[in-house]
Nanobody, 115 residues
Framework: QVQLMESGGGLVQPGGSLRLSCAAS????????MGWYRQAPGNQREYVVT???????NYADSVKGRFTISRDNAKNTVSLQMNNLKPEDTAVYYC?????????WGQGAQVTVSS
């Protein structure tokens, strides 16, 4: 049973930064891709970013240039560095991992951008 645990959410002012982490219960080398989606109140879940097992990445246009995803295979962790945050980035951020048996989802981490 794959478990994903997000951490690092919180409240930040516009223009600020936060770093989210997603820790997997096993080796992340077993996943073809990992990444993040987000869901704001009243909205559908929205794609944010993916990092593939090759190391290549794909970002949504709305976060390109502000968010950076990285992975640490030794720690079985994927991280999302979020800079220059905007109020419209406010959402619950969900980590996901994909392989033949997935996708798998974390429980979500709240990010609130407000002055």
């Amino acid at each position: 049973q794959v478990q994903l645990m997000e951490s690092g959410g919180g409240l930040v002012q516009p223009g600020g930064s936060l770093r989210l982490s997603c820790a997997a219960s096993g080796s992340i080398l077993s996943f073809n891709a990992m990444g993040w989606y987000r869901q704001a109140p009243g909205n559908q879940r929205e794609y944010v970013v993916t990092i593939f097992s090759t190391g290549s990445t794909n970002y949504a246009d709305s976060v390109k240039g502000r968010f950076t995803i990285s992975r640490d295979n030794a720690k079985n962790t994927v991280s999302l560095q979020m800079n220059n945050l905007k109020p419209e980035d406010t959402a619950v951020y969900y980590c996901y991992a994909a392989n033949r048996g997935g996708p798998y989802w974390g429980q979500g981490a709240q990010v609130t951008v407000s002055s």
